[in-house]
């Protein structure tokens, strides 16, 4: 039986983990191995119960609904929506100053609500914007950070793969956390489209088009598909009329039978969707399987108790400000999913004291560990942007500072007026 100091035992935990991400490792693995050496010394514990926790951290009917939508986005996409998607946000916004930058974070928004995930966004959006940009003289800096940025909204607006995770996790309501993150969600979308008209107003890029009620409306009604999954999603959990899985489902069967109404899925593009769903799927639950062993080891060592010097002092009304600062911290290095294995276990008392809303905590939480998205030295989204752009990721940080800063500016404004995320679970069913 290990009698090291909890505090050692982190440290171990850490040096292991993040050894092993500068040698590359996936970070399943890594998280894997940095449990290991206590899974093999400590007799309480062995190779068989390090899979059974593996199992058991993603054994749950919930989480069904993440490949569900990975899959309908891929399908949405195959089949073209995204593009009519874009070219709908081009006829609205394209005409304000840096046109572009701003059609980009309300592709996102629109985006959003079909894929539920950052990097399926950030990928979909840079490959057909990032191009257009600099061919109209965008700095690719900028380029790279404005579409990074939008990306963090599929971490928000339902139907967020981390919200599902969260609730599923955290025993919250997936219905309240969806409509909780709504407003906060469109709010980021909001404070980011401002923050890119006022850079491109700064720098004087030019509009990328005039509006046009005539294009508007031939836009809008080939876009009109996109937002039936939308519907399906706030129309669903709004009434109580689905679960998170169903819901899933049902939008799987939504893309499939809009691909075959415009005939635009063929069935390679069928299969590249449903791999692209296997290869994201995997990855990400992969990874918070082996998390939830760190999590579970956590809970061995009493680890929970490092951080009662830290909270135990804290006023009630302060818990969730130190909370979201250690998830802003803890973002920039692991990504949101283990992250939330490993430290909703390790908050739970602390945020129960406090009294602090679920469905606020979580929104805010999982808004928070999105930053992370964006943040080197991780930062998935901004590396991929960058690669897009053609650019060092560290070259696009600098024109990423404001977009940061409206992200940040939100989450506070969302723990100020707990109700800018309770006023619309409060209307449901």
């Known amino acids: 039986m290990i009698t090291l100091a909890p505090g050692i035992i982190v440290l171990i935990m850490v040096i292991i983990f993040f050894g092993a991400m500068y040698l590359r490792v996936p970070i399943a693995f890594a998280l894997v191995l940095a449990v290991l050496p206590f899974m093999l010394s400590d007799n309480r514990f062995d190779l068989e119960l390090l899979a059974q926790r593996m199992y058991a951290g993603i054994d749950s009917f919930i989480l069904l609904a993440v490949p569900f939508f990975i899959l309908a986005a891929s399908l949405m996409t195959a089949s073209g929506i995204t593009e009519k998607l874009l070219d709908f946000a081009r006829s609205i916004v394209g005409g304000f100053r840096g046109g572009l930058g701003v059609v980009n974070i309300t592709g996102s928004i629109g985006m959003s609500g079909m894929s539920g995930s950052s ?86 890029y030019a509009r990328d088009a005039k509006f046009q009620w005539k294009v508007f ?40 039978a809009v691909a075959l109404v415009y005939r635009t899925l063929s069935w390679k593009k069928l299969l590249e969707a449903i791999k692209e769903t296997a290869e994201l799927t995997g990855t990400a639950l992969l990874a918070l399987a082996a998390a939830s062993v760190i999590g579970y080891l956590l809970a061995i060592y009493n680890i929970p108790s490092m951080f009662e010097s830290i909270l135990s002092g804290v006023p009630g009304w302060a818990v969730l400000i130190v909370i979201t600062i250690i998830l802003l911290v803890f973002g920039c290095f692991m990504d949101a999913l283990p992250a939330m294995a490993i430290l909703i276990p390790v908050f739970a008392p602390f945020v129960i004291a406090a009294g602090i809303d679920p469905v606020q905590y979580g929104v805010i939480a999982v808004m928070t560990l999105a930053v992370g998205l964006i943040t080197p030295p991780v930062g998935i989204c901004l590396l991929i942007a960058s690669q897009i752009a053609g650019v060092p990721m560290l070259k696009a940080v600098k024109p990423l500072m404001p977009f940061l800063l409206a992200i940040v500016t939100v989450i ?18």
Do not use: H
């Open 412 to 429: 506070g404004l969302c723990i100020a007026f707990p109700q800018i995320v309770l006023w619309l679970p409060s209307t449901g069913k």
């Open 217 to 256: 409306g031939s836009t809008f009604v080939k876009a009109l598909p996109a937002f039936g999954i939308l519907v399906i999603v706030f129309v669903g959990f709004r009434f109580g009329l689905v679960t998170a899985t169903e819901a899933a489902v049902t939008a799987v069967i939504y893309a499939l």
């Open 119 to 204: 990097t399926a966004d950030v990928s979909a959006i840079g490959k057909m914007l990032i191009p257009q940009m600099l061919k109209s003289g965008y700095d690719r800096g900028y380029a790279a950070a404005v579409t990074a940025a939008g990306a963090i909204i599929a971490s928000i607006i339902p139907p967020s793969i981390q919200l599902i995770v969260w609730g599923s996790l955290s025993n919250t309501s997936i219905g309240k956390l969806f409509l909780g993150a709504i407003i906060p969600g469109v709010g980021v979308g909001l404070a980011l489209m401002f923050v890119a008209w006022f850079v491109a107003v700064r720098n004087g």
